[in-house]
């Protein structure tokens, strides 16, 4: 086992990827530090993406009056003994709030705040004039008969009916018929054994806390309720609809691979019922009223394998880090070749009906799932974005065949549920319009001033009613969809690097992919920097911009350009579609993204290497002040911003994985958040709000 470093400097340190050796070792099982997956010849994204400095948006800039300054108006939490409280220490007044937002009126609609400064606070920290509370955290029963949460104390069978572990994606539904109340859906990526059980042997688990570890797993769903006197939003426990999903709750696997020779088991000779579902990062909500969960890093989870196609899914030949396979040998390959097979998919969870088995789309491909988000086509078919959270790896795009139905009837509902299983999953190839020997590695602009280019959509798989065909040479379909990386590979789709989160804007249309960053760039026998991606070693990351042909999801062609070069805006390799350097706020490591009823964009990081701790960013996407990037809040110590939902009236942030740094533990805690010294520290959701009520950043 790799020795944890001791971290110096930022919570981040100089860890690859910008995150501590521990969220390495427990979220993507060092993934940095193992051979990159993708050891194929295709054309590296650098190569081809001309990235986006434009001339015309640099004409903007005399038009655009500086961001009021950021480090004066920042209001944290670090004085409260209790993060749940709802006012920080010296909140404002109402009217003191509406003053400040008065001050801050310059800026896109929505984005008319003064901008949180960059800081080390083992808080939340959130804009003058803005309010917040803890929703839920980690271990908080939402179950009826679901006991208190007692770390000391803690069984399989009380996680399983309290709320898991590491909150990542959020999604807000409506709740009819129940003024004031919403239902929240939570991904659970991972656990962290280390801070969650005193004396944690990480050579020697327990069962009960390797069971444990599986019920904080999965997904949470529970109603929340907003007191609308002072803003708070706080769970309702044991409301009818709440439910968890864990590691051994039950699954459908769906679409063409389901029945498949590779994905029976022993415990499942029939190919088509699955248990459980690991590491769900971010996510997306359907048209007809589902939740989508990412199955991201499911590799690390798994034991002794030594075949090639595990090894281009990164999955190891030795023990795995949280030892799994000795309580169940469904984790070691060596017993049970297919159950790898069973994990990276796209789950659909119907959080109305809580009877409901969560299902598993084949259809969508097999990978490292950041997320996957959905829009319409002009007459009905769903199309579905996700990138694959890789070095060097692909993003792909999903068009459905069958057209969504309105209702609310179960017939119309069975049908939506199965629309995500026929149609074409595509890979992306992206062509750049500059020549590479213009790009010298520190970020100039090419001679035409600008970063951009084209792209197609290549298909690889069909999935119908009847079959599915393959559209890859020398693969079946099948194989396509349980081994799309490898399909990705055959037909030479660009390396991308570390493509996260995808978000269609519902403005304007365009489609907004977050790169978090490749530290790998220009290293030893790796691709250099090219006209995406300026930099050698690139730790901060960047924004791509999409354009579907004719705006329309289904299109086989794009035009894309680089939205945002993340880092120091000090730094000239920095770009923020043209909007002055001096009045923007420093970002790093862009990760989920989310949009406003504007059409802003709003970046979440994970793993920032600016000396500040991560953070939730809004940006222009439109107008003249396109490219304006405020901070809204940062997290506290070692944690990572996750899951935003951006309302008229309320952001939403899941804190994940706060004091995880390097050498903590239990009995040494790096962090106090959020119930202060003496607790356990608990990932949780937060709410922030405006102290008048008046919506954000208007």
């Known amino acids: 086992m790799r020795k944890l470093l001791p971290l110096i400097g930022t919570p981040s340190g100089s860890h690859p990827g910008g995150r501590s050796a521990m969220t390495c070792r427990f979220r993507c099982g060092d993934a940095c530090f193992h051979e990159v997956p993708n050891t194929s010849s295709n054309e590296y994204v650098g190569d081809v993406i001309a990235g986006a400095i434009g001339r015309r948006s640099m004409m903007r800039a005399a038009a655009v009056v500086t961001v009021a300054a950021a480090g004066a108006g920042a209001a944290g939490v670090a004085q409260a003994p209790r993060a749940a409280a709802a006012p920080v220490t010296g909140a404002p007044s109402a009217a ?86 919403q239902l929240l859906v939570a991904n659970h990526e991972y656990t962290d054994e280390i801070l969650m059980f005193r004396g944690y042997d990480a050579a020697n688990p327990t069962r009960e806390q390797v069971e444990v570890a599986w019920a904080a797993h999965g997904l949470s769903a529970v109603v929340v309720e907003e007191d609308r006197r002072s803003g708070r939003l706080t769970a309702v426990t044991r409301h009818q609809l709440n439910r968890r999903v864990t590691a051994t709750t039950a699954f459908r696997l769906t679409g063409p691979v389901a029945g498949s020779e590779l994905v029976k088991t022993s415990a499942d000779p029939t190919g088509t019922k699955v248990l459980g579902t690991l590491n769900n990062c971010s996510g997306g909500v359907t048209p007809w009223g589902t939740t989508l969960h990412g199955e991201e890093n499911f590799n690390q989870y798994f034991a002794n394998s030594s075949r090639a196609t595990d090894k281009r899914y990164g999955v190891g030949t030795g023990a795995s880090e949280r030892k799994w396979e000795r309580f169940d040998k469904r984790f070691d390959v060596a017993q049970e070749p297919n159950e790898v097979h069973r994990f990276g998919y796209v789950v659909e969870f119907d959080p109305y009906d809580p009877t409901s088995a969560p299902r598993k789309h084949t259809a969508l491909g097999r990978f490292k ?184 999801p289904e299109s086989t062609r794009f035009a894309w350009s680089l939205f945002l070069v993340a880092g120091d805006p000090d730094d000239p390799a920095t770009y923020f579609a043209g909007f002055p350097k001096d009045a923007v706020s420093q970002i790093s490591c862009p990760d989920n993204v989310a949009f406003d009823p504007h059409g802003n964009l709003w970046i979440s990081t994970d793993g920032a290497q600016l000396g500040s701790h991560d953070g939730l960013f809004g940006v222009a996407t439109r107008g003249e002040r396109r490219g304006e990037l405020k901070q809204f809040l940062t997290v506290p110590k070692g944690a990572e911003t996750c899951g935003p939902i951006i309302q008229d009236r309320r952001v939403l942030v899941a804190v994940q994985h706060p004091g995880e740094i390097d050498g903590a533990s239990v009995e040494k805690p790096a962090s106090s958040w959020p119930d202060g010294p003496g607790s356990y520290v608990r990932p949780a959701v937060v709410a922030v709000w405006r102290a008048d009520g008046r919506d954000i950043g208007v």
Request: hydrophobic share 35%; charged share 25%; aromatic share 8%.
């Open 96 to 181: 003191a709030a509406s003053e400040a937002a008065r001050r801050t009126h310059r800026g896109a609609r929505g984005l008319r705040f003064a901008p949180v400064a960059p800081n080390t606070a083992d808080a939340v920290t959130v804009p003058e004039g803005y309010r917040q509370n803890v929703v839920i955290r980690w271990g908080e029963p939402i179950l009826r008969g679901a006991p208190a949460f007692d770390p000391e104390k803690q069984t399989a069978r009380a996680q399983a009916a309290q709320f898991g572990y590491n909150c990542d994606f959020l999604a807000l539904l409506p709740l009819p018929g129940e003024r004031g109340r």
């Open 369 to 552: 799932h950041e997320a996957a988000t959905v829009r319409l086509t002009h007459d009905g078919r769903p199309v579905v974005y996700s990138g694959d959270d890789e070095r060097f790896d692909y993003f792909y795009k999903f068009v459905g065949s069958k057209r969504m139905k309105r209702g609310s009837s179960r017939a119309v509902r069975e049908h939506n549920l199965s629309l995500l299983d026929e149609g074409t999953l595509y890979v992306a190839k992206l062509t750049g319009d500059s020549p590479a020997l213009e790009i010298d590695g520190t970020g100039k602009l090419p001679k035409d001033g600008e970063f951009d280019g084209s792209g197609e959509w290549i298909p690889l798989a069909t999935a119908t009613a009847e079959g599915a065909v393959s559209h890859v040479e020398g693969m079946s379909a099948e194989e396509v969809f349980v081994f799309t990386r490898l399909a990705g590979d055959k037909v030479g789709a660009t390396k991308m690097d570390r493509p996260e989160d995808i978000e269609p804007n519902p403005v304007t249309g365009k489609v907004y992919v977050a790169l978090t960053n490749n530290t790998n760039r220009g290293v030893g026998s790796n691709a250099k920097a090219d006209e995406a991606n300026p930099r050698n070693a690139n730790k901060h990351g960047h924004v791509l911009e999409l354009t579907e042909r004719w705006n329309r």
